[in-house]
Structure formats: structure tokens, C-alpha cells
């Protein structure tokens, strides 16, 4: 059903998700509307499928986007704290950051600064409040190790396909915490839920093959 969620405008395109249950979380829901794709992609917004953001990167299709947060919802609340790896364009951090309301906050991370830039001036198209009150913060750096600076995080999100599950990512969970990632190479990839409990165990749970980027460095990211 995924692919057949392209709308003509970004409430279509999120109604269709809801009637095709990709979207059961009235929170989500909500999220995904305020927060228009319109500004966060230049090519084919609504139409349910990646498209490029320039130097080797994409922004995912809305399905995966929709998954991403109905998996970290219960630890989207407000005041919560969340990292996305891999932020693009910035539409999924910003979506992060309207769930966890005026008490939380987003961060992004990302090892192009091009798009660090571009993530900031595609936010302030609709959300430039994010920005002022420190709501939504985007920064330049490796996210295989993750933020530590704003450690410990209610979730992550990963948005490029790690080829293990990092150390240093799971680290940075609280506990309890719940990190959304994509693991795997060239041969598959899957998504893996990790799941900390308020006593510090670490589980994971495969839950569908999917296809994305690679969680590389920089320069490989260039001339992939």
C-alpha cells in the first residue's frame, strides 16, 4: 500500500497514509501535518517515494518516515529529547521536534555542511521559531558517534543504513530509550528497533527489509 499514498498537496498525502493505517498515531498524524514535506523536498514532495537532496543523499520516502515515527512515538512525548542521524533535508527533525513540543528539543546531525545549511533555511520556511528557541538544533558532525554534547537522548533515529549497530549510538540512549535504525550492506538491510530498559538492557527487534543510504563518512558519501 505504501507506494500508493502519493497525494497532490502535503494533507493528502498524510490522509492517505492514515486510510492505508501507515498512520494510527493521532500524534504522528498530527506531526506530519504541521510540518509541510513541500518545504523540505525540491522534487516530487507528496509522492510517496525518496528523492534526492543532492550529494548522494535522499530524503526518504513519507512511508518510512511515517514508520520512523510511529515506532519512536512513545518516546516522542513532550520535553523529550531527540537525535536524528543523518538529518537531510531536516524534515524528519522537525517533525521530532513538533511532537516533543516547546519543552523538548530535536537535534540533527549531519557530515555534509551543505546540508546542515539547507536543513536550516528549509526549517525556517515554517518553523523559524524552532530555530530561535532552540527547539530544533542542526549540526555538523559524524553521527556514527552519535551527539554525546547533548547526551542522553529519549530516541534516535537513523536515517542512512549503518552496516552494525554503533556503540557509541546505543550509549547515548537513556533508559528507558528506543533507537529507530536501519543496519546492513550492499548483500540487505533491515530495521532494527533497539530498546533500553529502565534498567539499562539493550534489546533489538528486526522489523522490516528496507533499502537505504549508507552510513558512511563524508568523502565517501561524495563520490558513492
Known sequence: MAWRCSGVSNPDLINR???????????????????????????????????????????????????????????????AKALDVGSGSGYLTVCMAE??????????VEHIPELVELAIQNTKKGHPEFLQDNRVAFHHADGRVGFPQDAPYDCIHVGAAAYKLHDKLVEQLKSPGRMFIPVGDEEGQAIYVVDKDKDGNVSKKKT?????????????????
Open 208 to 224: 522490516m527489509n528496507v533499502w537505504y543510504v549508507p552510513l558512511t563518512d563524508a568523502e565517501h558519501q561524495r563520490n558513492r
Open 99 to 108: 511532537m516533543v513540543g516547546p519543552q523538548g528539543r530535536a537535534v540533527g
Open 17 to 79: 497514509m492514515v486510510q492505508a493505517k501507515l498512520i494510527s498515531n493521532s500524534s504522528v498524524q498530527a506531526a506530519m501535518l504541521a510540518v509541510d514535506r513541500g518545504h523540505f523536498s525540491r522534487f516530487k514532495p507528496y509522492e510517496d517515494s525518496p528523492q534526492t537532496i543532492g550529494y548522494n543523499s535522499t530524503i526518504s520516502a513519507p512511508h518510512m518516515h511515517a514508520a520512523a515515527l510511529e515506532s519512536l512515538a512513545p518516546f516522542l512525548f513532550p520535553g
